[in-house]
T-cell receptor
Framework: SQQGEEDPQALSIQEGENATMNCSYK?????LQWYRQNSGRGLVHLIL?????REKHSGRLRVTLDTSKKSSSLLITASRAADTASYFCATESGNTPLVFGKGTRLSVIA | GAVVSQHPSRVICKSGTSVKIECRSL??????MFWYRQFPKQSLMLMATSNEGSKATYEQGVEKDKFLINHASLTLSTLTVTSAHPEDSSFYIC??????????FGSGTRLTVV
């Protein structure tokens, strides 16, 4: 079953701007992960944040996790045209499979 | 790092034929493998979970007789789409979990049934 809900579904920004995507989930989790997918391609793992962490950084990526609100956000700073892709959050609980959100389609216009 | 090889990356088949997709863990033993399906502009939907040496567990609404999953070894799982129809055209992605509990994804298979 699909657990994550992402918003917005689609986001279009100018190069250089920041892009923020949000993800909400329903049950307790061990960790939350963000993935990127270029059109018609496989998934690229971006970052994993554990349930006891509140914020994590990786290059131009910043992820926050609020377990009380069951939500996470992914911020991409100083976006580039090459960041154009779909972004998915996925939650992991115990040994269950990753459950993916619906994704946000990001378009960065040069 | 852990690598999962998925083959073929693209396949076109005629309606009514069967197609086999392979998912191999190259440098680790995958105790559990997962198969997902993704329709255009949609998210990944879990189809089934397979553990080495046992029958796969299918998600609700996924026909086990149509999507045959075999996980005969700790490094290989296969998904066979039997009697494929145009509505089975989709992007199929496998992932594998080893002893480290980290999950690694294959690069996906684009299936087109004509």
């Amino acid at each position: 079953s699909q657990q994550g809900e992402e918003d917005p579904q689609a986001l279009s920004i100018q190069e250089g701007e920041n892009a923020t995507m949000n993800c909400s989930y329903k049950t307790s989790i061990n960790n939350l992960q963000w993935y990127r997918q270029n059109s018609g391609r496989g998934l690229v793992h971006l970052i994993l944040i554990r349930s006891n962490e509140r914020e994590k950084h990786s290059g131009r990526l910043r992820v926050t996790l609020d377990t009380s609100k069951k939500s996470s956000s992914l911020l991409i700073t100083a976006s580039r045209a090459a960041d154009t892709a779909s972004y998915f959050c996925a939650t992991e609980s115990g040994n269950t499979p990753l459950v993916f959100g619906k994704g946000t389609r990001l378009s960065v216009i040069a | 790092g852990a690598v999962v090889s998925q083959h073929p990356s693209r396949v076109i088949c005629k309606s009514g034929t069967s197609v086999k997709i392979e998912c191999r863990s190259l440098d680790f033993q995958a105790t559990t493998m997962f198969w997902y399906r993704q329709f255009p502009k949609q998210s990944l939907m879990l189809m089934a979970t397979s553990n080495e040496g046992s029958k796969a567990t299918y998600e609700q609404g996924v026909e086990k007789d149509k999507f045959l999953i075999n996980h005969a070894s700790l490094t290989l799982s296969t998904l066979t789409v039997t009697s494929a129809h145009p509505e089975d055209s989709s992007f199929y992605i496998c992932s594998a979990r080893g002893d480290s509990q980290a999950i690694t994804f294959g690069s996906g298979t684009r299936l087109t049934v004509v």
